[in-house]
């Protein structure tokens, strides 16, 4: 995974993430592909695995060159980076009512404004 090549910016990197399969939970909330999932299970949760519960988050921070492998792994750091980028990018709102924070496996839905640039 290469570093920010040519300032990728966050709907790119994201949508290229949802097509690569590689993060579990993070997948396509409706048939228009305007919604995605993206997990977000509490680090507290007894049954919470780094390796795959920050994956999508550890892989921002790495494109965002703000972590290196080898480096001190800061699980909440990455999740409050990508969320606050999500937050502040006008191209996401999220989506609270389809949201499910509260089961075993949670998840947040964003919706993606002005898709209609990526073909999918």
């Given at each position: 995974?290469?570093?920010n090549?040519?300032?990728?910016?966050?709907k790119q990197?994201?949508?290229?993430?949802?097509?690569?399969?590689?993060?579990?939970?993070?997948?396509?909330?409706?048939?228009?592909?305007?919604m995605f999932?993206?997990?977000?299970k509490?680090?507290?949760k007894?049954d919470y695995?780094?390796?795959?519960?920050?994956?999508?988050?550890?892989a921002?921070?790495?494109?965002?060159?703000?972590?290196?492998?080898?480096?001190?792994?800061?699980?909440a750091?990455w999740k409050?980076?990508l969320?606050?980028?999500?937050?502040?990018?006008?191209?996401?709102?999220?989506?609270?009512?389809?949201?499910?924070?509260d089961?075993s496996?949670?998840?947040?839905?964003?919706?993606?404004?002005?898709?209609?640039?990526?073909?999918?």
């Open positions: 995974m290469s570093v090549p040519g300032g990728r910016r966050l990197w994201l949508v290229e993430q949802i097509h690569s399969g590689r993060y579990p939970g993070l997948v396509w909330e409706d048939d228009s592909r305007t999932r993206i997990p977000w509490h680090a507290g007894q695995n780094q390796e795959v519960d920050a994956s999508i988050f550890k921002w921070a790495v494109f965002k060159g703000k972590f290196k492998e080898g480096e001190k792994a800061e699980p750091t409050t980076r969320r606050c980028a999500l937050n502040k990018s006008p191209d996401f709102e999220e989506v609270g009512d389809r949201s499910q924070l089961i496996e949670p998840y947040k839905v964003y919706r993606i404004w002005a898709l209609l640039w990526y073909v999918l």
